[in-house]
């Protein structure tokens, strides 16, 4: 299966979470897992480079044709991180996705952004939001949640805000991240609510 890791607007969380995704998703015993990384950027394969995950095989695939194959030759666990802006690049990924995963921040321009992600997929793929760099007991956080609910748009993660979230490869995947990101994995996986 793939889960594709998207926001068409803005960068806000995609890699941090697709490498968390993927982490999961070894510390469960899928095999394989790959990370693809359609961003011409490579923030997930230097991520990767810089400090490897156990179980965790990293594709570049900067190209719709590279893409579409990355996707199809695998047997196990696809998590695709997109770039931002190649709208062509992000939509062709959706509608071979199992699940798309949509990384949010709280807060009120971002309602816009998300919901013209949520139009180019097809009704029948999973997709779900997760809000990162959550700051808990805040109004916009609770707003947020509340927003989405009233959307009817299942909300599969709320990841705190954190320093050792925020140091990506220069410091070792969080535990309370890994955590957060496993259940969003779940989610992803049943398609679920
Ligand atoms: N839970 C979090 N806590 C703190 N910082 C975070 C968290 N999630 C993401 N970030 C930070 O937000 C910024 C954007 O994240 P990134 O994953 O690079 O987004 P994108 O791939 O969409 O550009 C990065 O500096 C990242 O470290
Ligand atoms: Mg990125």
């Not at 802006?85 to 798309?100: N, P």
């Not at 979230?165 to 996986?189: C, H, N, Q, S, T």
């Amino acid at each position: 299966m793939n889960i594709v890791v998207s926001n068409l607007k803005g960068g806000v969380g995609k890699t941090t979470t697709a490498v968390y995704l993927a982490a999961a998703a070894a510390a469960r015993g899928h095999d394989p897992v790959v990370l693809v990384d359609a961003d011409r950027q490579a923030s997930a394969a230097e991520w990767l480079e810089e400090r490897p995950i156990d179980g965790v095989e990293i594709v570049e695939a900067p190209s719709e044709r590279t893409l579409a194959r990355a996707m199809k030759s695998h047997d196990g666990v696809g998590i695709v991180d997109t770039p931002p802006g190649d709208e062509r690049l992000v939509v062709s990924t959706f509608g071979v996705a199992d699940a798309v995963v949509i990384p949010t921040r709280a807060g009120g321009v971002e309602f816009s952004r998300v919901a013209y992600t949520l139009d180019m997929i097809p009704s029948k793929t999973a997709r779900g939001v997760v809000i990162v760099s959550a700051r808990f007991g805040t109004n916009d956080l609770e707003e947020t949640i509340a927003w989405w609910r009233a959307e009817k748009v299942p909300i599969w993660g709320v990841i705190p805000e954190r320093v050792a979230i925020a140091a990506g490869p220069e410091a070792r995947l969080y535990r309370e991240g890994l955590d957060e990101y496993d259940k969003v994995l779940r989610a992803a996986m049943r398609g679920g609510r």
